[in-house]
């Protein structure tokens, strides 16, 4: 038997065992490394659901993981024993009209761990051990700890966001929100050439953390005057998920600019700008997870193209992971807290 973090509602997690299931030919047995609680972790935790994705069952959360390989199933030729791995939490379909497009994020039968989009849900990674198939996994041979390599997810976000930004280079770019994926978008736009990126928050600690990765300036959104914001921006990606934060976004963004909505707003909706869109000729497009920039993060991470440990403030036993919860839940005292396994 193994230890698995289950969430039955709204602050109500449960540190329960389960027996792993029989092992098939193309999956591996894995011991997790290290895992980062997610702001859709947090969501499932304090409030039951993610937007419109309400927990129904219990749910193991946790998608942005790495691991060691335990043992293989008998058709597996990519990974062996002893292994670090990456893992990707998408396991799209490959069959769908999406998916033959090149856009398997948005696959009609997407299986993404920890995730209750779909019932039953696919239980994520906050767990001793777990079965994976070998095509969700990337073997990292590089000196590059766990922590990091939990990494990759979270930094894909930002890749993916800053892909559907268009051409960056030599822009002036606009991120609101300083948290894990903010960050993580901040040094996207670095790589893709950004010549000035400006990050805005409502608290002290984001912005500090902004600036360390990378911003060029850092700014409290809840102290600045419209006008301040004013034709700040060429590109303005928002990655609060805060109604607050996409206005400033609409505030700052230039004429004939573009919006690129990453964060998850509250299920209850809100207003829509439709005529400030039309009437300045503005983009305003989404981004939902990522797609072949999960492989992109993992070789920036193994090349130190991107650095982000100074992301990583805690890592804490599954046992813990109650205060590990609360811990990610406080924006004054973390950025990236992860769950390990220490056996």
Not at 310 to 317: C, K
């Amino acid at each position: 038997m193994t230890l698995a973090c289950k969430i039955h509602g709204a602050r109500d997690l449960r540190l329960e065992p389960e027996e792993p299931p029989p092992l098939a030919p193309h999956e591996v047995e894995l011991r997790l490394g290290a895992a980062g609680i997610c702001g859709s972790d947090l969501h499932y935790y304090l409030h039951g659901r993610v937007g419109a994705f309400v927990i129904r069952e219990p749910l193991i959360p946790g998608h942005e993981a790495s691991a060691v390989v335990l043992r293989t199933g008998g058709a597996v030729t990519r990974v062996r024993a002893g292994m670090k791995v990456a893992i990707n939490p998408s396991h799209p379909c490959g069959r769908c009209d999406y998916c033959r497009a090149g856009r398997d994020n948005l696959c009609r039968d997407m299986r993404f761990l920890g995730s209750a989009s779909v019932y039953p849900h696919v239980q994520g990674m906050f767990r001793e051990r777990f079965i994976m198939g070998e095509r969700q996994l990337t073997p990292v041979d590089e000196d590059i700890s766990l922590g990091e390599l939990a990494c990759a997810e979270p930094l894909s976000i930002g890749l993916h966001g800053v892909n559907r930004a268009g051409s960056l280079l030599g822009k002036t770019v606009l991120v609101t929100g300083g948290g894990t994926i903010g960050c993580m978008t901040v040094m996207a736009a670095r790589l893709a050439g950004a010549a000035r990126i400006v990050v805005a928050d409502i608290a002290e600690r984001p912005l500090q953390m902004a600036r360390q990765v990378g911003a060029d300036d850092a700014v409290r959104a809840d102290a600045a005057a419209v006008g301040d914001l004013a034709d700040l921006a060429d590109v303005a990606i928002e990655a609060a998920g805060s109604p607050a934060a996409l206005g400033t976004c609409l505030a700052a963004v230039r004429r004939g600019g573009r919006i690129v909505q990453v964060g998850t707003l509250p299920a209850e909706g809100m207003p829509f700008p439709a005529n400030d869109i039309m009437a300045r000729e503005l983009d305003y497009v989404g981004a939902f997870r990522a797609g072949i920039e999960f492989d992109w993060a993992v070789t920036f991470l193994r090349t130190r193209r991107v650095d982000v440990r100074p992301l990583m403030s805690a890592q804490l036993p599954l046992e813990r992971a109650v205060e590990a919860f609360e811990l990610a839940a406080d924006r004054a005292r973390s950025t990236k807290v992860q769950l390990v396994c220490e056996s």
